[in-house]
Every structure is written in structure tokens, then in C-alpha cells.
């Protein structure tokens, strides 16, 4: 008999089957990666149902295209065999395609399955028909030989469409791999269906059974119907697990900013003050020891204020790395912010251990050369405290810890100390001198008092040094070199800085006001204040703005400080000039000055500091050779010289007999007040005058 198919309907089946394998496709990725057993097996059974449906469907909308001379029908019980066929090999298929490892076997297994069951699917559906006699379907010369034929391009293609687990599948791939899917599954329907001839005056045996049209109408709807729903059902499942692995991703990067530090990943202060209560109680169960060592940076401070906080970050970062290497496996290290770093050493033998693991990473931080290929080579203070000797809670633990450190650090730093008693007693006093340096400049504890200068030949006034004074209501007086270290330390050196300068310029005006000289006033220049963007201009406006002409301010460099970075000071000691300032280089003889940088530097002074000077009398020859020998090159250099710590008559007659420009010490005049050295000032124009 002469078949023929309806064109729509051939259209309507390649439909549906591209729907139902991009469902297909959908369903394998999302159960793929589904973690919970029950859920996988939940959406297999589901997957497996639609896939059925839609291939089952395919098969009955390309046969309500197909038309005989004869009424077609459908036999119920095959038909229904049929489906379940298809259902139950795309379950197969399913189950073994989206097992968490995916295997060759795996995958060419679940592409035989999906393929032999589309196969069996077709004929079984052709079988339905009922077609009698049975030899009516009969297979043409020139067409394969066997049903099986048609059947190899469905397996080998539902493998190539199902295989696709890779991190890369996107919505285009996944439609091309469901197009190719359902090529092959149209494909072997209509090869199949080419194969067949119908007799002449054959009748079907089912045509009272299911009538063909309204099955694929029922079918079509039905059809599209499941798979649109699921369809919608993966992808709201897929976006209710995008939010939950976001909402989870999200809780995550909470609980990392709760517990870890963001610069170095090590663990915050929160997180080190749980691993030390839990220490504490392990510790008094078992009877053990542990170790808290509490670190700060040497010189961390300079490279954040001379390089910026970029570069600092990056020392850090990289100090972090280096501390890991240099503890033991199990150690916690953490920090606790700026250039502050923990590490907690539990089950310790005893506290030489604990010295061992210090000196440990001291000794590997010396290293010129790590693998982070960071330039800056800094070095830890280390202060050591130890459960239960030192502490039995975390904040004593740390505190004892801390001032240990800082012990290290007025011991020459880059060293260790272990906790004592009388620490705590200077930690309570730095603290306090810290609080009180916050107090005085607002409510006016600072004084200045000013140490005259005398000409080295006629022992007239030359000029004062101007030198800071604390006075506090429960500390008393404290001594300069109490207070200024730690300032310095905290940075607070910067706006005393300033005071001093503008105090200094305020009292010149008074001196002035009182008829008085004028006169040069030398101030000291911190090593903090130099690392200051802007110092030149800072201190140009104080001056300019209380009306004190540049001539009268020196300012003082120490000799160590102005050699640290040689290049530097000279811009800067030129920036200085410029403005009208004169320099003096304080302390001589202390550090280690080339001449080619000191020739450059052109400086106003040279300050001989007070160990020469005491070394004339107790140094002998030895002492007034050296002393000798500075102000030679001094004066061949253009420059003045000034010797510090005059306390005997026999300094003063060989500095003398040596041509020192100017002296100051105890013996020609002690620091004195304000008001006192006013009084000074004017009795030596008095004696002057009448002279």
C-alpha cells in the first residue's frame, strides 16, 4: 500500500523531540550536581518519566502523520507496553549517567540503554498497529535488512548528549546536544519506518482500538504539558539552590570576616582569644604549659611613613608567610592588628622550649633571601609569657606578653624577653606617661626651658638650646628621657614637635617685647618628625605665622638620623636653606659619617657630643686628639663648632686653647626658665653696654 506523511505533523514530532531531550539534558546537569542521595533519586524518577513521555510522544505524533488507505489504531495494552519501555530505559540511562564519577563505561552503558530503548520503544508502538496478516510489514531489498539497523544512531548519539558533564555546559551547548539528540531519535523512527512495507489489502487489526488521532492529540498536550512543568521545576530548583549556595557562599565570607584577618588570612583577635581559652582549659586538665609570644615589627612605623601603607601591607603579608614557616606544625599564629602578631605554642616541656621557638624565628627571619622575593627584611621584639607562671586568663596572658615585648625592645630590639614581675611595673608607667603626653599639650603641662651657649672666645651669650619640660599633676616631673622615647613611639613626638617650635618662636617675640636681643634658639629634630611629608612647610608656616624671622631657628640633627637615608637629608637640609633655616648636625662622633655626605650636608654646626668632651679629661691625649682632630675638619669644612657637656675648668681652657667656636654645659649655665634666661639675656647686654 502507498503511505504518505503530513509535513506539520513531521514537524510537531521533531518538536517534541527536541523538547524532550533539552529536558533530558537539563535534568542530567541538574542532577549531576545535587549532593543529597534522596534528591538525585527523587529528580532520576522524574527525569525518567518526562524523557519517557517525550520520546513515547515523538513516536505517536510522527504516526498520526503517517497515513494509510486503511483506519489505523492502536492496540491499548502494547501501546502502554510501549511507554513503559521508554520510561524505564531513560531511568536506566539516567542512573547511570549522573553518578557523581562518571566513568567511560558509565557513560557508553547509559547511551545503549537511552538507545536500545527508543528502539524497542518504535517497534513495540509498530507492533500495537495490529496489522493483519502478520506478514504485512515486510522489508524492501534496497532498505536494511533488520529493525536493528535504525537502531545504532540513537545509542550513539543519547551517549554524545548525555556524556556533556562538563564545568563549561552553557544553555547553547546544551540546545545543539538536544538537536543532535533529537535528530537521532527522529531519525531512526523515520529510517525504520522506511523499511516497512504494508501489503496490499492488509487491515489493522487495532483500528477499533485507540483512535490515532485523538491519542496523539491527548499525547501532544500531555506531553507538553510534563515537560514545560519540568522544566520550570528544574529551574526554579536550580535558582532555589544558586540563592542557597550564595546565601551559604555569603554566611562563609561572614564567618571568614568574623574570624580571620583580611591582609594576611591568619586568625583575628577573636578567634586567638577562643584558641586561648580553649588552651587554658586543655592546659589545666592535662597540667601542661603553653606559650604566648607576642611580636611587633621593628621599624615598621619608618617603612609605612616613608614608602606608604601599600608597601607596609605588603611587609606584612609577607612577615605573616614567614611566621608560619618558623613555628611548629600546630602552633596558632594570628594577628592582632598594625604590625602586631600572636603566635600560641600549646604542650610545651618546659619554657626553654618556648626560648628555642623564639630564637628559632629570629634566627630564620635574619635570612637575606625567602621565597616571597620581598625586599624588606624585617625584624620581630618578642616578649614570652607562659600558662600558668604568668597568667591564668587571656587578657593577663596577653598583657604580661606585651610588656615583655616592649622589655625586648628597650633591650636593643630584635631579641626576645620572657615576662617579669617588675615588666608589669613598666608597662603601667609607659602606659601612663602615654595618657599624660595625650593630656599635656591641652592642658598645658609642657614647658620649655632654654640651655644658654657661649662664645668660645669671649664667653659671651651665642644662643639657647630650647629643651622640653613635663610637668604632670600625678606623675610629677618627668625627665626627657623618660617621656621622649615613648613618644616617639607613638608618634606623638609630632605635635610636640610643633609646640616646641611655635613655643619657642612665641618666646623670642616676648624677649623682643621686652626690649631684649634678638636671639638664636636651636630645636631638635625628632627622627619621626623627619619621616613627615611636608615638614619644611609645616615648620615655615609656624614661624611665619608668629611673626619670628627664620634666622633666629636651628634646627638639630642628630648625626645617626641624618646618615640612615644620606641622600634624603640633603634634599631636605637644602629645602631647609632655601627657607632661610640653619642646620646643625647634633651629636658628633656617635655614628659614622662619610666626608663626602657630611661636605654636602652644609651644615651651620657641628655638635661634639658630651662623650668627647668628657673625654678630654678622662681620655687624656687620646681625648683631645679626637676633639682636636673634629674641629679641624670642622673649620675646613665652613662650619662651626659647638662641644655639649662642658663641666670642668680644664674641658673649658683646652676647647679653648683648641679654637671650639661655641661651648655649652653646666659649668657656663644650667637649663633655665623662660623668664630666667630673660633675666640672663639682660644682664649680659647690661654688662655689655657698659663695657
Do not use: K, M
Given at each position: 500500500m502507498q503511505s504518505s506523511y503530513n509535513p506539520w505533523l513531521v514537524a510537531m514530532s521533531f518538536v517534541v523531540a527536541t523538547l524532550a531531550s533539552y529536558t533530558a539534558l537539563d535534568l542530567t546537569g541538574r542532577i549531576y550536581v545535587l549532593a543529597s542521595p534522596r534528591l538525585r533519586h527523587v529528580w532520576r524518577m522524574g527525569g525518567a518519566l518526562a524523557l519517557g513521555v517525550g520520546i513515547w510522544s515523538m513516536h505517536f505524533v510522527a504516526m498520526l502523520a503517517f497515513s494509510l488507505p486503511i483506519p489505523l489504531g492502536y492496540d491499548f495494552a502494547e501501546t502502554a507496553y510501549s511507554l513503559t519501555l521508554a520510561i524505564g530505559a531513560s531511568y536506566l540511562a539516567l542512573c547511570l549517567t549522573t553518578h557523581t564519577q562518571l566513568t567511560a563505561v558509565r557513560l557508553v552503558g547509559g547511551g545503549a540503554f537511552m538507545g536500545l530503548g527508543i528502539a524497542g520503544m518504535h517497534y513495540s508502538g509498530m507492533a500495537a498497529l495490529r496489522m493483519s496478516p502478520a506478514s504485512a510489514i515486510s522489508r524492501r531489498g534496497s532498505r536494511p535488512r533488520s529493525p536493528l539497523r535504525s537502531a545504532p544512531p540513537a545509542p550513539r548519539c543519547g551517549w554524545r548528549a548525555l556524556s556533556n558533564d562538563d564545568a563549561r555546559y552553557v544553555l547553547r551547548k546544551r540546545f545543539g546536544a538536544a538537536l543532535v539528540m533529537a535528530i537521532a531519535i527522529s531519525g531512526m523512527h523515520y529510517a525504520a519506518m522506511a523499511a516497512a512495507e504494508f501489503a496490499p489489502g492488509a487491515i489493522c487489526g487495532a483500528a477499533a482500538g485507540v483512535?490515532?488521532?485523538?491519542?496523539?492529540?491527548?499525547?501532544?498536550?500531555?506531553?507538553?504539558?510534563?515537560?514545560?512543568?519540568?522544566?520550570?521545576?528544574?529551574?526554579?530548583?536550580?535558582?532555589?539552590?544558586?540563592?542557597?549556595?550564595?546565601?551559604?557562599?555569603?554566611?562563609?565570607?561572614?564567618?571568614?570576616?568574623?574570624?580571620?584577618?583580611?591582609?594576611?588570612?591568619?586568625?583575628?583577635?577573636?578567634?586567638?582569644?577562643?584558641?586561648?581559652?580553649?588552651?587554658?582549659?586543655a592546659a589545666r586538665r592535662q597540667r601542661s604549659l603553653f606559650a604566648i609570644l607576642f611580636m611587633d615589627l621593628d621599624g615598621f612605623k619608618t617603612i609605612n611613613d616613608s614608602l606608604g601603607h601599600s608597601a607596609g601591607d605588603q611587609v606584612l603579608s609577607a612577615f605573616a608567610q614567614r611566621l608560619l614557616i618558623c613555628v611548629r606544625t600546630g602552633d596558632t599564629v594570628a594577628r592582632l592588628g598594625g604590625d602586631e602578631f600572636v603566635v600560641l605554642s600549646e604542650n610545651l616541656a618546659s619554657r626553654t622550649d618556648a626560648a628555642a621557638l623564639a630564637e628559632g624565628v629570629l634566627e630564620r627571619m635574619r635570612r637575606d633571601t625567602w621565597a616571597d622575593s620581598q625586599p624588606l627584611q624585617v625584624m620581630p621584639s618578642i616578649g614570652i609569657a607562659l600558662f600558668p607562671e604568668d597568667g591564668d586568663s587571656v587578657d593577663t596572658l596577653l598583657k604580661h606578653a606585651d610588656a615583655a615585648m616592649y622589655e625586648a625592645k628597650r633591650a636593643g630590639r630584635s631579641t626576645y624577653r620572657f615576662f617579669e614581675q617588675r615588666m608589669n611595673e613598666a608597662a603601667t608607667r609607659t602606659l601612663q606617661i602615654q595618657n599624660a603626653l595625650r593630656e599635656a599639650l591641652a592642658e598645658r603641662h609642657f614647658t620649655l626651658h632654654f640651655q644658654p651657649k657661649f662664645d668660645g672666645k669671649s664667653e659671651t651669650l651665642?644662643?639657647?638650646?630650647?629643651l622640653i619640660r613635663l610637668h604632670h599633676p600625678q606623675l610629677g616631673t618627668l625627665a626627657p628621657l623618660e617621656f621622649i622615647p615613648i613618644a616617639e613611639r607613638s608618634g606623638q613626638i609630632v605635635q610636640i614637635g610643633c609646640w616646641v617650635l611655635r613655643e619657642a618662636c612665641r618666646q623670642i617675640r616676648r624677649w623682643v617685647a621686652q626690649g631684649l636681643p634678638p636671639i638664636k634658639v636651636a630645636i631638635n629634630l625628632s627622627p619621626r618628625q623627619l619621616l613627615q611629608a611636608g615638614l619644611v612647610p609645616t615648620m615655615l608656616d609656624i614661624v611665619n605665622a608668629e611673626g619670628v624671622r627664620c634666622e633666629q631657628i636651628m634646627f638639630e640633627i642628630t648625626e645617626t638620623v641624618a646618615m640612615q637615608d644620606a641622600a634624603r637629608t640633603i634634599e631636605m637640609l637644602r629645602e631647609f636653606q632655601a627657607s632661610g633655616f640653619e642646620i646643625a648636625i647634633d651629636d658628633f662622633g656617635t655614628g659614622y659619617s662619610s666626608l663626602a655626605y657630611l661636605q654636602r650636608f652644609r651644615v651651620k654646626q657641628l655638635k661634639i657630643d658630651r662623650f668627647f668632651t668628657n673625654g678630654l679629661d678622662a681620655h687624656g691625649e687620646e681625648g683631645s686628639a679626637i676633639v682636636s682632630a673634629i674641629i679641624a675638619l670642622a673649620h675646613s669644612l665652613e662650619m662651626d663648632v659647638v662641644a655639649e657637656g662642658v663641666e670642668t675648668e680644664s674641658q673649658l681652657h683646652m676647647l679653648k686653647a683648641m679654637r671650639c667656636d661655641e661651648m655649652q654645659g653646666f659649668l657656663l649655665g644650667k637649663p633655665l626658665t623662660a623668664e630666667a634666661f630673660g633675666d640672663l639675656l639682660r644682664g649680659r647686654t647690661l654688662t655689655a653696654d657698659a663695657c
Open positions: 483512535n490515532a488521532a485523538w491519542l496523539a492529540t491527548s499525547v501532544i498536550l500531555f506531553t507538553f504539558a510534563i515537560l514545560i512543568v519540568t522544566l520550570l521545576l528544574s529551574r526554579f530548583d536550580a535558582r532555589t539552590s544558586f540563592l542557597v549556595g550564595a546565601v551559604s557562599r555569603l554566611n562563609g565570607q561572614i564567618v571568614r570576616l568574623a574570624t580571620l584577618d583580611t591582609l594576611t588570612g591568619l586568625p583575628n583577635r577573636a578567634t586567638l582569644t577562643e584558641r586561648i581559652e580553649r588552651a587554658i582549659h651665642a644662643g639657647a638650646e630650647a
